[in-house]
């Protein structure tokens, strides 16, 4: 029994501890980048967008420091929180076990089986236009949206194995890892704690989720996904599931690049065109029937 335990029951207090704590985490992540960036490459932040990918050296120091962002912003206050409010650690973010391997061989035909409609919402989300009145605030999310793409596109650039391996761990292992960790494994469970309502939960978990990207133009179907991993995660009693799925979105999506070169590679566009209807069709059906066994109260562990 930790010092926190005569207040763990507590939900209101459990978010306010849950909010620092996930607050000061991303602080310490911010300044660790900081120190790094400034004592290895001055001024690295501001010549972003100056990078080309024949910069290896910065470009690793830019691998290296989302590494370290995303496991001290996501990893680090997920066990901390689990520390803090349960028992056991392992036990709390429910990663001390798992469902049978019929999960793992059906979520990526899940996933696979979507991707024609969730393309289809990525471009409907991309095409949205603002009102005049607010073309300032569109010039702002677009400017940030390249930015981020560009800082995606540097971050997978490298043409070799070991940059293929390191970049599936900057941007599909520790992401995957970490983000469910906190947002399902930590978030979610508070929220249903204090709203006793899961799918309340899982909405406003993956609202977060897709907020925190700060990727406008991706967020609903970002939002969706995290409706997905929400729901994998209540419906499996595990986090691996989720993890497991967020790691096959964003490898498949690497893998998608390496294999074109392109940064929109041909995939992405399966299901947008108007020959795509028998596809689009054809995955929701398959999608519905993997759905039955993914999202069902008794997971076979």
Known sequence: MNMFSAKSKDVYYQLVITILVIVSCFAF????????????????????????????????????????????????PSIILAYLFGNKILSYLKINRTPGILYYIIIPV?????????????????????PSALKSLEHSLKAMEESSRNMTMLVISGKSTG????SLIVVAVIPAIGEELLFRGVIQQQLNQTFKNIHLAVFLSSFIFSAIHFQF???????????????????????????????FNNAGALIAFTVSGSQNPEINNFGTNSGDIIYLML???????????????????
């Open 29 to 76: 992540s911010q300044l660790v980048s900081l120190f790094i960036s400034e004592t290895f490459s001055p001024g690295l932040f501001h010549r972003i967008g100056e990078l080309k990918p024949d910069n290896k050296f910065e470009i690793n120091i830019i691998k290296i420091l989302q590494l370290l962002s995303s496991s001290l912003t996501f990893i680090l």
């Open 110 to 130: 899940f996933m696979f089986a979507i991707m024609p409609a969730l393309n289809l919402i990525i471009m409907w989300n991309e095409s949205i236009v603002l």
């Open 163 to 166: 940059d293929f391996i390191f």
């Open 217 to 247: 133009y991706g967020f609903i179907p970002r939002l969706l996904l995290g409706m997905i991993f929400g729901y994998m995660f209540y419906y499996s009693k595990s986090l691996w599931p989720a993890i497991f799925a967020h790691f």
């Open 283 to 301: 995955g929701l059906v398959v999608a519905y029937f993997c759905s039955k066994i993914l999202f069902r109260k008794e997971a076979a562990f």
